[in-house]
């Protein structure tokens, strides 16, 4: 079993920056990647950024360049650095953690970008 909490979420205006953190626990050592989500009010979840054990890192077409992910392995802790902030990226921001059996999810820190 793994456990992820999310924390970070908050209001911001625009071209404001955040950064999200996501604290992995239980068999966090069956961990092959951890990525995070988003969804806006009426709207579907969706994929916003990755990264696997290699490193390697993957992101949507519209947080290129304004978002970053990266983990500390040593803390189990996923980050999700965002600058230049714009509304669209108002969202719930889920952690999420990928394991050979199943994902994790964790319950999900709110993003409103608003003057």
């Known amino acids: 079993q793994v456990q992820v909490v999310e924390s970070g979420g908050g209001l911001v205006q625009p071209g404001g920056s955040l950064r999200l953190s996501c604290a992995a626990s239980g068999s966090s050592l069956s961990i092959s990647g951890m990525g995070w989500y988003r969804q806006a009010p009426g709207k579907q979840r969706e994929f916003v950024a990755r990264?696997?054990?290699?490193?390697?890192?993957y992101y949507t077409d519209s947080v290129k360049g304004r978002f970053s992910i990266s983990r500390d392995n040593a803390k189990n802790t996923l980050y999700l650095q965002m600058n230049n902030l714009k509304p669209e990226d108002t969202a719930v921001y889920y952690c999420n953690a990928m394991t050979t059996v199943r994902n994790y999810w964790g319950q999900g820190t709110q993003v409103t970008v608003s003057s």
């Open positions: 990264i696997i054990s290699n490193g390697n890192t």
